[in-house]
DNA sequence: CCAGAATGGATAGTCACAGTATCCATTATG
DNA sequence: CATAATGGATACTGTGACTATCCATTCTGG
């Protein structure tokens, strides 16, 4: 497969994938001749991979680039996972000494009542940090009052997170498996929310909520 | 109070601030001659409530804005989610009809299991027909198999959240609420998922995974 | 009362990001 | 072998979110 058809099987622009090549998210073709290259499925396929990163999952073009760079490296799943997570979750904003305490010290009670191994390393710290920091910022204790509730059900799904894990077939594409699932697997779970939502309001309030 | 203590008060450049009144996000400050205004508490509030949304939850700028209108303007509750989900799913992308349709099935026999009454006019359902698409078409079938579990626990967590919600004492404030369950909530259990998800690797293969 | 700082409002400039477009010296192909 | 396509380099565009500059008032401390 040639450039254009490449173009043409993936519904994408020659430049957007040039400009992909350049930032190292697509691999270069096989050499046929000193500037000469020619591309597979698999270069199809990783084009939908980093559209489906960048449009459903919203990472940047950079961050694309260092998840796939973890996976093609070969480093272990955790690893990858790490990247992807920090990925997703955003860096620490400051919070203020005092609000960081606290929130450390609501992640540690949380981690000792779930049988968690939290670490202020974990890369989802800064962003859960940041995030219970705002929340109480912004003056909404009933939301952090059911963090419990929130921390139970978190241990239900990641069961059925890890099922599905454990499920696939191919091992060499597990890595590839837990980056989808965990950025599409947020954005699929956020949509089902809103439906739960949307019936839960319905069935409590069959006149609206006004 | 005035622009040069809003701005101390609330951290943020005066230019930052200018910018915000200019794009409708932050009212005008309350007029004491023709040229000069004075500003209050609820400017710092709205402030930190802007930071949060663009921040924690990723919206943009002109996003902000209409969610902010829609508060503002007293909309009902129901209007008000749907401009928050419809910002924060993110539109629908050519995805084929054939995959759209088998989406709308898969949707369609979920809801009727859940007693949802789900209908494609619902502000989630084009993200999440585009995800579902995604996902299928990348070619990771077994998180579609599990979204029955998905859905659930979905079930389970808009409970929660209702509750939160219920929970609120302030009348005027719960549209906001609303808003902020739903931005930051998604934001909350995400990270309480990735711990949980480190804390059930751990446990199921407790010499790595990779 | 008045000099100097601050304000509201308008306009223009900057910076990063994600592409697009243009060139050009080779290769490929009918 | 004439035309089209390619890889690679470089330059350009457009959007979003600020950031800076001006300026005609308005405030404020001495």
Redesign the interface.
């Known amino acids: 497969m040639r450039m254009a058809e490449l173009s043409a099987e993936s519904g994408m622009p020659v430049a957007t994938i040039k400009y992909y090549l350049r930032e190292g998210l697509l691999h270069p073709g096989e050499r046929t001749s000193p500037n000469q290259a020619r591309y597979g499925d698999e270069h199809v396929q990783r084009l939908?991979?980093i559209r489906?990163l960048l449009?459903?999952g919203?990472l940047s073009v950079a961050t694309v680039g260092g998840v796939l760079a973890a996976i093609d490296a070969g480093?272990?799943?955790?690893?990858v996972l790490g990247v992807t997570?920090r990925a997703?979750?955003?860096g620490a904003?400051d919070v203020g000494e005092e609000a960081r305490a606290w929130a450390l010290d609501l992640l540690e009670k949380?981690?000792a009542a779930?049988?968690?191994?939290?670490a202020p390393e974990?890369?989802?710290a800064p962003?859960?940090i940041?995030?219970?920091c705002?929340?109480r910022?912004?003056g909404?204790p009933?939301?952090i009052?059911?963090?419990e509730?929130?921390?139970t059900?978190?241990?239900?799904?990641?069961?059925?997170?890890?099922?599905?894990?454990?499920?696939?077939p191919s091992l060499d594409r597990i890595v590839e498996?837990a980056v989808?699932?965990t950025v599409?697997?947020?954005?699929?779970?956020?949509?089902?929310?809103?439906?739960?939502?949307?019936?839960?309001?319905?069935?409590?309030y069959p006149d609206?909520?006004?």
């Open positions: 939908k991979l489906a449009d459903v919203g480093e272990p799943t955790n690893e997570q997703l979750v955003g904003s949380l981690t779930h049988g968690w191994k939290f974990h890369p989802a962003g859960l940041t995030t219970l705002t929340i910022a912004l909404h009933a939301l009052e059911r963090i509730d929130y921390a059900l978190a241990d239900r799904i990641a069961e059925v997170d890890l099922d599905t894990l454990a499920a696939h498996a989808v699932g599409l697997g947020d954005r699929l779970f956020a949509g089902l929310r809103r439906l739960a939502q949307a019936a839960e309001s319905g069935r409590r609206g909520l006004g």
